[in-house]
């Protein structure tokens, strides 16, 4: 049984749920990973100059067993996020720590705990397999997986999973991660693909646009409004390419911070109108490395003012961290909320908290998404309401490319990466829905 005889399953129209139930499983398949025998290969360096290249590796990996409430799932297209950007470099600190923990809950955890991590928290693709207890999916099923690993036997996770105590990011705090043609996932991370995109389209949005929907939308994170003046910094990054998108389609006032006139076009193309050119116009939050400078938190609110007719902002969709802090709990209005999900540019935050209290201000910590909020995420692609920011699209072999570019921000939106998929555009199903939507779908192609 080989990878190329699931694919040609995949290609053919005529294939049955029974077809892939009879389908031998491969005993290998090829994997992105990192090693555990190399965490410690940048020691001394930058974080910049820590080079995923040098640690992201392609290995053809056994196939793990399959438990209850679990599915093996082909991988048509993955996506790089920015979560296995600080895995391939190591930090804040190296996930075979995640990996070792996770392998002490159980004989069955203890399949995750090996000496290489195989990374990636999304994938587009076909279930090959589902184990005991699963009845909501089948071999065949088109799918793409949400990223988030719960079991779900404590009651700490019954009101809202991502409180769930043993709650983990598949392919971060796990293995057997979607950077590979083939998955392990749990049943429960399942959503219906779909149906008018490419498996690269389909794979991209996921991760990002599950955690933007709950940072900003969900009643969990900020609760966005109609008519909210709405801040997101890197709006067209991958966060940011989402919140934009949930700002417009949710009658906000999304005012868009960019670092480049390229970026602003793309936010413009997307209908935002308030943006900022955040190194045009030279904002220095920071006046030395321990030391802000409010007057500069002051210039920007004015900026923001400029832009709304007068008014402060009402959500400040934070991940930038420890540089933009600062200023984002300054510009946010009274009663105004700042929801943050990272911290890239560092994790200690510093702020005027007089702002905060005497302002009544909230902060508010997001992560990730629950299965719910996932399900509403992925429903408003399916829908045509929100559409993949896929930008360029790298072989499995380039995902080491892949994860230098978002690590040093050449990217824009989404970048995709093709696993089981020979080519791009294959997996469309409703070309007559995709044909209304092709000018969204494309928006951020080859930028
Ligand atoms: C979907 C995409 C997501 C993203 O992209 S997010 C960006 C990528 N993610 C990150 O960069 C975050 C990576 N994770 C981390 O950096 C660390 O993961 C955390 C900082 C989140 C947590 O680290 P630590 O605190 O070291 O681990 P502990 O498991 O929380 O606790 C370690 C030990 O400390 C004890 N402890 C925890 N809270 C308390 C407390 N309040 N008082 C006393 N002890 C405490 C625990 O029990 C445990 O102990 P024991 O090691 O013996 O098990
Ligand atoms: N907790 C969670 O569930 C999740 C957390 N994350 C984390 O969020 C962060 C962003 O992820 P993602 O959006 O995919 O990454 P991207 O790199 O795609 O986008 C981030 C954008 O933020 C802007 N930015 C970066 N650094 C700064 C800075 N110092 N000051 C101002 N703006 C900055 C850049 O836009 P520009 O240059 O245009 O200003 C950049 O393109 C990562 O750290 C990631 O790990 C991501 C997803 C989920």
Redesign the pocket.
Known sequence: MTVKDILDAIQSPDSTSEDFAALPLPESYRAITVHKDETEMFAGLETRDKDPRKSIHLDEVPLPELGPGEALVAVMASSV???S??TSIFEPLSTFGFLERYGRLSELTKRHDLPYHIIGSDLAGVVLRTGPGVNAWRPGDEVVAHCLSVELESSDGHNDTMLDPEQR?WGFETNFGGLAEIALVKSNQLMPKPDHLSWEEAAAPG??N???Y??LVSRNGAGMKQGDNVLI?????????YATQFALAGGANPIC????EQ?ADICRSMGAEAIID??AEGYKFWKDENTQDPKEWKRFGKRIRELTGGEDIDIVFE??????FGASVYVTRKGGTITT?????GYMHEYDNRYLWMSLKRIIG????NYREAWEANRLIAKGKIHPTLSKVYSLEDTGQAAYD?HR?L?????GVLCMAPEEGLGVRDHEKRAKHIDAINRFRNI
Not at 257 to 260: F, H, K
Not at 366 to 369: I, L, N, T
Not at 411 to 415: A, C, F, I, L, R
């Open positions: 996020n920015y979560n950007v600080w990011i991760l990002v599950s955690t933007a709950r940072q910094w890197g709006a067209s990054g991958g966060l940011g390419s911070v960019v670092s480049s970026k955040r190194n991940h930038p961290g420890r540089e933009t999900c990272a911290s890239t540019s997001s992560h990730f998404a978002v921000n990217h824009q939106g989404k970048v």
